[in-house]
């Protein structure tokens, strides 16, 4: 079997990549190279070498990530958390800014203390990425999904299976609409923690062809305001929360205020505290449901 060097092809690719546009030629190159040779990406420099086949395969996946194909759309996951998920068309892929969200969420799991198994929400699940990353750090947890798109929910069916198959909690993944005065109404008064990362980008956004041409419109948009899901979203928070319990709203960057005043607006929160993102961006809203 011939074998030609790695290197060149991957500096071949960085070039590629970088007049095509791509904001990260080099670490996509070396993803797409991880990839075809089955191997994590620090394990690269331990693979020299590669068939004549797989430099075929990285020549075309290199190909089509130059064409704004998604990075995970060519590698089929994305992470989130301890865990992998698998995404491609018709599934909003999973950002690492969301991992705070994730983070957060872990955070008051463990603060909290719960004398009963936790019940934790995740509302517009998508690829099912919190949902499915908080059930894994927290095998006690009771975790519910919501999601409105039935291509988005096979996706999150699929890896809800795989996760389950690997030993998971499974969680419980509901066809519903967030806005909804029901949704997940035998929950009322009785969650404890509450994530969604809902469409928010603002309808006149410019965004980047990897995002406008391939995550799903209605994973994306939020109306003119980027706050069509959000605002009527709050009053099922309210509903869904008991007294004390907690809840994080991912956000477009220019509505932090916006959505602290949402909650602020309900009279049903304390607490309610913006966060950044490690860009300084606002990025997601936290507040406590109050007894009354
Ligand atoms: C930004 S994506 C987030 C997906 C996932 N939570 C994540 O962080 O990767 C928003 C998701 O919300 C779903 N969605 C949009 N409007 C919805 C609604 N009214 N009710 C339920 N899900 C909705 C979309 O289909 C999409 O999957």
Redesign the pocket.
Same mark, same amino acid.
């Given at each position: 079997m011939s074998r030609v060097s790695l290197r060149p092809a991957v500096l071949e690719a960085v070039e590629r990549l970088r007049v095509a546009g791509v904001h990260s030629p080099h670490t996509d190159a070396e993803f797409l190279a991880a990839h075809v040779l089955g191997v994590e990406r620090p394990r690269l420099a331990l693979v020299p070498m590669l068939t004549v086949e797989q430099l075929a395969e990285f020549r075309k996946l290199v190909d089509r990530r130059a064409e704004r194909v998604p990075l995970q759309h060519l590698t089929g996951v994305a992470a %989130?958390g301890e865990i992998d998920l698998a995404v491609g068309s018709g !599934?909003? +892929? =999973? #950002?690492p800014e @969301?991992e705070l &969200?994730f983070a957060w969420a872990l955070a008051h799991l463990e603060a909290a203390g719960h004398e009963h198994p936790p019940i934790v929400v995740? &509302?517009? @699940?998508?690829?099912?990425? &919190?949902a499915l990353a908080i059930a894994h750090a927290r095998p006690d947890a009771e975790v519910y999904a !919501? *999601?409105?798109?039935p291509a988005?929910r096979e996706w999150a069916r699929r890896n809800a299976d795989r996760q389950a198959a690997q030993g998971d909690t499974p969680i419980h993944l509901h066809a519903?609409? +967030? @806005?909804?005065r029901n +949704?997940l109404s035998p929950l009322n008064g009785r969650v404890d923690v509450l994530v969604?990362?809902? =469409?928010?980008i603002p309808e006149d956004a410019v965004l980047d062809p990897e995002v406008a041409d391939h995550?799903?419109h #209605?994973? &994306?948009f939020g109306g003119p305001d980027g706050l069509s +899901?959000i605002t009527p %979203?709050i009053t099922t928070i309210t509903r869904l929360l008991r007294p004390g319990a907690v809840a994080a709203v *991912?956000h477009d960057d220019t509505n932090g205020p916006q959505v602290a005043t949402l909650f602020a607006n309900t009279s049903r929160f304390t607490a309610i505290i913006e966060h950044p993102d490690l860009a300084g961006k606002p990025r997601f809203v936290a507040a406590r449901r109050t007894a009354n």
């Open positions: %989130m !599934v909003f +892929v =999973p #950002r @969301t &969200l995740d &509302l517009c @699940t998508g690829s099912g990425a &919190l !919501v *999601e409105i798109d988005a519903g609409d +967030v @806005t909804d +949704v969604a990362n809902p =469409p928010y995550d799903p #209605r994973a &994306l +899901v %979203m *991912e």
